[in-house]
């Protein structure tokens, strides 16, 4: 099995000659911006990977994590952009980034090697009023029998380094949902486990997370391997 893992979220940075589209900047550094946090997670998960990608350009630009057709694919920021601009977006960001982690995958199930892939996420512990009771979510899709081992193992994997930590399935958002891991589990039918791992951005101070939750997650996830 090979362990892939990503991080679609993982900056907020605007090309210079989109700047001038984004003159309110301070909600570049909010979770409408980017996923924070997520790229230290990914940072530290990195080095356990067979193979691994992440993106430091901001959602706001263009969403890496939804499907092309997404009403949601573009901000209120780049939405007016004409046509051509767009496209220039999805072929040098969206189709760059997504094809280099299909293009791996599909290399793999080619010589029969299965593949596990986690998509690092971060959430926002208040949304619209609502006060999100998780710590770490694991999302996946609970009709696949082998995704559902996958993450039944992942979260007793991380109760038994800390039983501290509220764990929760498909939330705060479902597995099944829109999102890069359902477009490849669409695509590979076989031997592909796609769950997207979502912290709490609580935990996050200046864009880090606490050392302890990354080792817990490191040592859970190097569990699933054996």
């Given at each position: 099995m090979?362990?892939v893992?990503t991080c ?10 989109y ?5 309110d900047?301070s909600?570049?550094?909010?979770h409408?911006?980017?996923d924070?946090?997520a790229l230290d997670v ?5 080095p356990i990977?067979?193979y ?7 959602r ?25 601009q767009?496209?220039?977006?999805i072929?040098?960001?969206y189709?760059?980034y997504?094809?280099a982690?299909?293009?791996y ?11 596990l ?5 971060s ?15 694991i999302?996946?899709d ?11 193992k ?6 038994a380094?800390?039983p501290?930590y509220?764990?929760?399935y ?8 829109d999102?890069f891991?359902?477009a ?6 076989k031997?592909y486990t796609?769950?997207?791992i979502?912290?709490?951005q609580s ?15 490191k040592?859970?996830?190097?569990k699933l391997k054996?």
């Amino acid at each position: 099995m090979k362990l892939v893992i990503t991080c679609e979220h993982g900056g907020n940075q605007i090309p210079l000659e989109y700047q001038p589209y984004f003159m309110d900047t301070s909600v570049l550094n909010t979770h409408k911006g980017y996923d924070l946090g997520a790229l230290d997670v990914f940072k530290c998960l990195k080095p356990i990977a067979d193979y691994s990608n992440f993106s430091t350009i901001s959602r706001l630009l263009i969403e890496l994590n939804r499907s092309i057709n997404n009403k949601n694919l573009f901000s209120e920021f780049t939405k007016p952009l004409l046509v051509e601009q767009k496209q220039t977006l999805i072929d040098n960001y969206y189709n760059t980034y997504r094809q280099a982690v299909t293009d791996y995958i599909a290399l793999q199930l080619k010589h029969n090697i299965s593949v596990l892939h986690l998509s690092i996420h971060s959430f926002t512990p208040v949304l619209n009023l609502e006060v999100r009771q998780c710590d770490i979510g694991i999302l996946y899709d609970s009709r696949l029998e082998q995704e559902k081992h996958y993450a039944t193992k992942l979260k007793r994997n991380i109760i038994a380094l800390n039983p501290d930590y509220r764990v929760r399935y498909n939330y705060p958002y479902l597995g099944k949902a829109d999102g890069f891991t359902t477009a490849l589990r669409q695509q590979f039918k076989k031997n592909y486990t796609g769950i997207e791992i979502e912290i709490n951005q609580s935990y996050s101070i200046n864009d880090i997370m606490p050392k302890k939750l990354k080792q817990v997650l490191k040592h859970s996830i190097i569990k699933l391997k054996t």
